[in-house]
Each structure stands twice: as structure tokens, then as C-alpha cells.
């Protein structure tokens, strides 16, 4: 292949090692046939499973890198971790992108480009690559997080530097006899532990909606179901009395029953880091699910200002994460808020599921502040008397008054 892309110009050599994010899709595929042969390097793929892989995938992924040519393949199993750095404060933080995404796809490439990072340092790797393109959020994720982690290693980038096609990649990977699907789907679609995105040609504009058959969870459950969902410190420790060793097996469990409903399905508009506008489909039933019932929770066991600030400390987590910024020190400190405000986030909640949609039937915890022995809101009260709210009222709205007596007088004078 021609190379006419002076981005593509780098100070490597052949035999120089070259760590690459592998998939074991066309643009990846791509990029380990292009820098072996074209380039003459040294390649070490890696694939990250952020919980969108099964053992089987993951096996014919394997082959299929070695069957293309790399030096060596590497498989990270990283779903526990993925939890346990990212997913827990979005769960804690209760975030949903512009009130609608559970960041998905955004959470987990910054998974994976940390561990190919750690990856190319453990190698001594010369330069790192991925097969982004240069129209999207990704670069940008990858990119930053290798400038930060492994400065000085070179990052190359086939997809975005030569500006391909996907028909030239698949005219080039054919005139190499690679053999693999490269018949085009119709939707495009990314799973992981945090929800599934969807993309088709329904959002490339900013009208339609997915058709029911681009969903990868099909709807098959018809009946009412209730769910019991058990927090321990803001944790998902147990569902319908069952207990998990680990909370992504809670998750994983709560996708298997919520996601034949067809619950969690919806498109998302937003801001690329790029700052151009886009739709992407999303199915992610568990994590709405599971964050709407911890918000269910919070509420009932948080105080007024413990709720509010979260709120604006985790709109910012999550818009910075997005954005790629997962090792700003700011990202430390505000977990560390997160992380606090749960001491009292234990309970249960029952949730009710429906075809295409769930609601929160209501919560038990020994730390409800709605307590009824407290008083029933709108009925009766132990804590004060009628004559305590009648001052309080008063005193409540003093500045106010004082305010429009202030005003009332320079008028009559003017």
C-alpha cells in the first residue's frame, strides 16, 4: 500500500516493537497486516475484555491475530477492575450523561487504553497503536491517556493517518488473502459490562429511531416481575436474596433478567470531545435499573445537601470522564467525596419490572430518614409543634422581607 500521509512519517524502524489494541475487527485487522508487512515492525496485540467478550471470542480472537501475523497476543481480563476504578463512582455518582447515557462505551476505552499502556511499559514497547479514526471520541481517549502514561512512545494510528475507507481496507486485507467477514453489518454495535451501544443509519441524523430488530437483546419477557435489589455502602451485593462474590456478577445478573424487557433501551445526543454533535443507540437495563434504584435509595437515606452537592460533583465526574480525563488528580478527590456519602447507602430496593419499562416500588433501610417515627410528612409530627414552624416561618423568610420592606420605602420617597 501507497503511503502518501506525511502524519505517517515516524522516527521507527523496522523490527521496532509496536504494542496494538486488538479487537479483531476490519479497522485492527487492518492495522497488524499494514505495520507488519508495510512497515516491517515488531507487533504485540492486546485485547482488553471490559465485559464484552466471551471465552469462546476471545479464543478466535487469539488465533486470529497470531494467524495474521503478530509476534505475540495478550488477553486482559478486566471486568473486576473495570468495576472497581470506573463503574462503582458512576453507580455512586448516579451518572447519566446529558440525564440519559450510562457511558457506556466512553468508560470502557479508558479502561483499555490504561491497560495497553501498562502493556507497552511492561514490553519496553518503541511506539503504541490503535485503530481509531479521526472522527470520533476515541482518539482522543487513547491518545491522552498514552501521552500521560508513556510519554516519549510514539503513537501511530494507520485508520486516522491514511485516511482509509472501509472498502479500501478491505481491498487491501483481501489482496493479502486474510480471510474473515468482511461483509458490513447493518448496525454497529459495542457490548460491555456498562451496556451495549448501537449505531445504524437511524443516528446519522438527528431524527428515527432503532427498529426492533437492531436491538442485540431481543424483548421476550411479557409478565410483571419484581426485583430486589440489596446495597451495602452504595454496593450491589445481592438480588433476590442472591449474593455475588463480586458486584460485576450482581450486574451481570440483573442484565440477564432486566434485558429481555427491552428496559434500557433509548438514543443518546451528545457532545463529542471534538466538539461535533451525535446520536448513538444504547440497550443498557442493568445499569439503568441498578442506578435508578440506588438513586431511590440515596433519597431516602442522604440529607437535603449530601444529595444536592452529589449531584453537582457527579455531573462533572462524568462529563470529565467522558472527555477522556480519567487521571486528572480532580477525578481522586471527588471519589473520594463519592465514596464517603455512601457509609449510609444500605438497604434494599424493589423494583418492578414491565415490558419496556421498570419503576421503583419503594425501599427498606435502617438508615431511612423518612422514618415514621419522626412523623408522617402531610399528617403529623413529633419533633415540633405548630407554634415552632409559626416563628420559624418568620425568621425562615426575614432577609426577604426586610428586602421588599426596603424596596417599598425608596419607592414611596422617589
Not at 149 to 178: A, F, N
Not at 238 to 263: L, R
Not at 294 to 318: I, N, P, S
Request: proline share 3%; net charge negative; aromatic share 10%.
Amino acid at each position: 500500500m501507497s503511503n502518501n500521509s506525511e502524519a505517517q512519517q515516524t522516527g521507527l524502524k523496522a523490527g521496532d516493537k509496536v504494542v496494538l489494541g486488538f479487537s479483531g475487527g476490519l479497522d485492527t485487522t487492518f492495522c497488524v497486516k499494514y505495520l507488519t508487512e508495510e512497515k516491517g515492525y515488531e507487533v504485540h496485540s492486546i485485547i482488553v475484555n471490559t465485559g464484552g467478550f466471551s471465552e469462546e471470542e476471545l479464543k478466535k480472537i487469539e488465533e486470529h491475530a497470531y494467524n495474521l501475523g503478530v509476534k505475540t497476543h495478550t488477553t486482559i481480563d478486566a471486568v473486576k477492575g473495570y468495576y472497581d476504578r470506573i463503574i462503582k463512582y458512576l453507580i455512586f455518582g448516579n451518572v447519566l450523561k446529558n440525564n440519559t447515557y450510562p457511558l457506556s462505551v466512553s468508560a470502557e476505552r479508558l479502561s483499555q487504553a490504561l491497560h495497553i499502556a501498562e502493556h507497552a511499559k511492561k514490553l519496553n514497547a518503541d511506539a503504541v497503536a490503535h485503530g481509531s479514526t479521526g472522527a470520533g471520541n476515541d482518539q482522543v481517549r487513547f491518545d491522552m491517556i498514552f501521552h500521560i502514561m508513556i510519554p516519549g512512545v510514539e503513537i501511530i494510528t494507520p485508520i486516522r493517518d491514511l485516511k482509509l475507507s472501509r472498502e479500501q481496507e478491505i481491498d487491501y486485507l483481501k489482496s493479502k488473502g486474510v480471510e474473515m467477514n468482511f461483509a458490513k453489518a447493518v448496525y454497529s454495535i459495542n457490548k460491555g459490562l456498562w451496556g451495549t451501544s448501537v449505531g445504524g443509519k437511524e443516528t446519522l441524523s438527528s431524527k428515527g429511531m432503532l427498529p426492533e430488530e437492531a436491538w442485540p437483546t431481543q424483548v421476550t419477557a411479557s409478565e410483571a416481575r419484581e426485583l430486589q435489589l440489596e446495597f451495602r455502602k452504595g454496593e450491589l451485593v445481592k438480588v433476590d436474596g442472591k449474593e455475588f462474590s463480586h458486584p460485576t456478577e450482581a450486574i451481570q445478573y440483573v442484565q440477564s433478567i432486566a434485558g429481555p424487557y427491552g428496559i434500557g433501551r433509548d438514543i443518546h445526543v451528545g457532545d463529542t470531545i471534538i466538539g461535533i454533535k451525535g446520536r448513538v443507540g444504547f440497550e443498557a437495563a442493568a445499569p439503568m435499573v441498578i442506578l435508578k434504584a440506588h438513586h431511590a435509595l440515596e433519597k431516602h437515606v442522604l440529607t437535603k445537601w449530601q444529595l444536592g452537592w452529589k449531584d453537582q460533583l457527579a455531573q462533572f465526574y462524568g462529563n470529565w470522564l467522558h472527555e477522556g480525563q480519567i487521571l486528572d488528580p480532580v477525578m481522586r478527590d471527588i471519589e473520594a467525596f463519592l465514596e464517603s456519602s455512601q457509609k449510609s447507602v444500605t438497604g434494599t430496593v424493589f423494583v418492578q419490572l414491565l415490558p419496556y419499562r421498570f419503576q421503583v416500588i419503594g425501599i427498606e433501610s435502617p438508615f431511612d430518614l423518612m422514618s415514621s417515627k419522626f412523623g408522617k410528612y402531610g399528617e403529623m409530627n413529633t419533633g415540633w409543634s405548630g407554634e415552632d414552624v409559626r416563628g420559624f416561618s418568620k425568621i425562615f423568610g426575614n432577609q426577604t422581607s426586610i428586602y421588599f420592606q426596603v424596596q417599598e420605602d425608596n419607592t414611596s420617597n422617589a
